[in-house]
């Protein structure tokens, strides 16, 4: 799902709050050493995703905020903001040439620049939190 956070709706952050969890508190933020990654440059995106992307001249940049069950990624588009609310059982990682995520049948491309690289400890905390989450969720199979 993706919401247009350029103002602070009510009922916008109540939704967001009820897909991913409510924001780390400061001090839980600074415990789990930040939960805001860099910004990056977004290379490519789905069809779907186009209408949030800058034109061809301009950038578009991205940074992601870690939740207890999801993430949101906030692109810019100019002046105007979106979010993308991914829940952890929606969200699936491709490490490529720079890193694609997916979910919802959309995806972003982060082009792999030096920000890219500076939020490599950040990826790693993200699947770590991605996998705590999963490991509730325990599947027996049945012979």
Known sequence: MILE???TIKEHKELINDLVGKPYGFFQAIKIKGI???RMIIDDASVNMKQYIN???DTTYANIELRPI????RINKGLRNFTWVIPFYQLVIYKTDGISIHAQGRYVHFK???TLRENKNFFK???NAKLKYNSKFKL???Q
């Open 140 to 142: 027996s199979i049945v």
């Open 5 to 7: 956070t350029t103002y």
């Open 36 to 38: 805001g990654s860099k």
């Open 112 to 114: 792999n620049s030096i």
């Open 125 to 127: 905390k993200m699947l």
């Open 55 to 57: 034109d061809i001249a």
């Open 70 to 73: 999801g993430v949101l990624i």
